[in-house]
T-cell receptor, first 123, second 111 residues
Framework: QVRLQESGPGLVKPSETLSLTCAVS?????????WSWVRQPPGKGLEWIGE???????SYNPSLRSRVSISVDKSKNQFSLRLNSATASDTAMYFC??????????????????WGQGVLVAV | QSALTQPASVSGSPGQSITISCTGT?????????VSWYQQLPGSAPKVMIY???HRPSGVSNRFSGSKSGNTASLTISGLQADDEADYYC???????????FGSGTKVTVL
């Protein structure tokens, strides 16, 4: 089955760029699914950051749109997150997840499965 | 887009049934049957328990069930067990400026 694994620095300095990568294994990133980033500040709830399709088409949370970029590398079967001008409020566990599962009979749905184990990033 | 509203905590004794509510608006829960529920055990990633309001993924216990009425969705856990103790989040598709919104989260405690 598809598995996701996040990687990247656990510590980022304020004003610098937070960069993470999500490696997809057990399946191709070139499917009808979308690939998302979700974050969770310590002790708080989940926040959707954005998503990317294998063609490079993206969708972002308006609250982060000015600072975020999500890209896909089909040759490496992975996708990446960049968050510019990081501040302490960006300190969180960052998860990657497969979203918008596609069923040939019923079309798209909107939920996240599976998820990566997450990576804690402190700013 | 504001977070969906969930009770901060719900508790129950082993064997009992509990229900967690998730209240949204006519732009999300009320408009679409794309409500999902996630279980997050301490130190772990969320795991989908229910999708499309009532559907259970393969491998999820049938003690978990979902429903929706108007702008409110619900997750019911029957035959409560100790390992159900976790945080639970709802999520819905929305027709606002972001496609997804999460709930505020509910901590389930097994007494």
């Amino acid at each position: 089955q598809v598995r996701l694994q996040e990687s990247g620095p656990g510590l980022v300095k304020p004003s610098e760029t937070l960069s993470l990568t999500c490696a997809v294994s057990g399946g191709s990133i070139r499917t009808s699914n979308w690939w998302s980033w979700v974050r969770q500040p310590p002790g708080k709830g989940l926040e959707w950051i954005g998503e990317v399709y294998h063609t490079g088409t993206t969708s972002y949370n308006p609250s982060l749109r000015s600072r975020v970029s999500i890209s896909v590398d089909k040759s490496k079967n992975q996708f990446s997150l960049r968050l510019n001008s990081a501040t302490a409020s960006d300190t969180a566990m960052y998860f990657c997840a497969r979203g918008r599962p596609f069923n040939a009979l019923t079309g798209y749905s909107y939920y996240f499965d599976p998820w990566g184990q997450g990576v804690l990033v402190a700013v | 887009q504001s977070a969906l509203t969930q009770p901060a905590s719900v508790s129950g004794s082993p064997g009992q049934s509990i229900t967690i509510s998730c209240t949204g608006t006519s732009s999300d829960i009320g408009a679409y049957d794309y409500v999902s529920w996630y279980q997050q055990l301490p130190g772990s990633a969320p795991k989908v328990m229910i999708y499309d309001v009532t559907h259970r993924p393969s491998g999820v216990s049938n003690r978990f069930s979902g429903s929706k009425s108007g702008n409110t969705a619900s997750l019911t856990i029957s035959g409560l067990q100790a390992d159900d103790e976790a945080d639970y989040y709802c999520s819905s598709y929305t027709n606002t400026n972001t496609p997804y919104v999460f709930g505020s989260g509910t901590k389930v405690t097994v007494l």
